[in-house]
Every structure is written in C-alpha cells, then in structure tokens.
C-alpha cells in the first residue's frame, strides 16, 4: 500500500460488530490467535472500568449513561493502541460519534445474522438486559430492523454469518483483511 489512507489501515484495528449473539467475542478471540493480533472487547472494558457487569450498569445507572461509557471506551481506544482486534457492544454503533470513531480505529466487519439465529443463540441468556421480560424474539426483530442501517454504515466489509461455521467466518475476514 503508498496512499496515507492504505498506511492508516495496516496499522489500524480489525473491528467486529453487529447484533447481540452475532458471535463477536468468539471470533474476536479465535481471530486474535489467528493474526497473533491483542484483543480488545468493549463490555469487558467497561464492565472492568465500572468493576461491575452490564447488567448491574444498565439496573443501576440506565441505558444512556452505559452508551456514554461506550463513547468513553472508544475514546480511550483511539487515544492508544493499533493493530488490535475489537469485538465492540451491539449497540455501539447507533451513535454517529461512534461510528465516527470506529471508522478512525481502522477496518470495521459487520457480522450480520438473521433474527432467527440470534434468537436460537440467545434464547436462554441472561445477561443482556435488552433481551429479558416478554417475547424476547419480538425484541430481537424489532431492535434488528431499528439497526440495521446503522450497521450497515459503520461497515466498510459486510460478513453472512448465518449456516456459517466459525473457521470459514475468519477465512472472509482474512481475506478481506490482508487485501487492504
Ligand atoms: C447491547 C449489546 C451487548 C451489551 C449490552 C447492550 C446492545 O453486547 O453491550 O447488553 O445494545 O445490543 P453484545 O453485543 O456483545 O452482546
């Protein structure tokens, strides 16, 4: 690569988002073994910030000063660091200023899943708040059609994952990876 943009992305971060459930973290890891890259996963970041889970976060503080944490996070991110894989919070993206600072960490992938994937996998979870109560496959699709564009505009590579298994997720990011 000789253009500043192409040098900006070798050094820059591989980031994962997407919905809950999407696989994020797994691949996250398996890839950072992979590209022998850190990993960097935003919830723990904040969970290990705040020494407190997401749930406590959101029953205690609320959604919006969780989402300010994830600004926070990306900030702190930005300010140190390259060459890492980032798994970041499904809802990470929503916020312009996130997307902003994502794009400025370096190459982002959206592991994009179907509703009905992210619900066989989350069905029993109990540990994201947004998904508790009544009909969490109601909440799922709903949140994924609020989303998606969002995802999509964060994206500069866009990842099937549905039916995939997980050694041929890394084989397209890699690929895709490597050719910028
Ligand atoms: C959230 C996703 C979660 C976590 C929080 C909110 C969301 O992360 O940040 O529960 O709004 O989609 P994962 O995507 O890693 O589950």
């Not at 959604?63 to 894989?85: K, Q, V």
């Not at 370096?106 to 069905?123: D, M, S």
């Amino acid at each position: 690569m000789d253009s500043v943009e192409g040098d900006r992305q070798d050094m820059g971060d591989i980031i994962l988002i997407g919905f809950m459930g999407c696989g994020k973290t797994t691949v996250g890891l398996k890839l950072s073994y992979r590209l022998r890259r850190p990993v960097t996963d935003t919830d723990k970041e904040i969970e290990r910030a705040e020494k407190r889970t997401i749930s406590e976060i959101f029953a205690t503080d609320g959604e919006a000063y969780f989402r300010e944490r994830e600004t926070d996070c990306l900030r702190r991110l930005l300010a140190g660091g390259s060459g890492r894989i980032l798994s970041v919070g499904g809802g990470l993206p929503l916020r312009e200023e996130n997307r902003a600072l994502l794009h400025e960490l370096g190459q982002v992938f959206y592991l994009r899943a179907g509703a009905q994937t992210i619900y066989e996998r989350l069905k029993h979870d109990t540990t994201r708040p947004l998904l508790q109560g009544d009909d969490p496959q109601g909440k799922i699709e709903r949140l994924l059609g609020e989303r998606e564009a969002c995802y999509m505009a964060a994206a500069d590579e866009v990842i099937d994952v549905d039916g995939k298994d997980f050694e041929t997720i890394l084989g397209e990011i890699e690929e895709r990876a490597l050719k910028r």
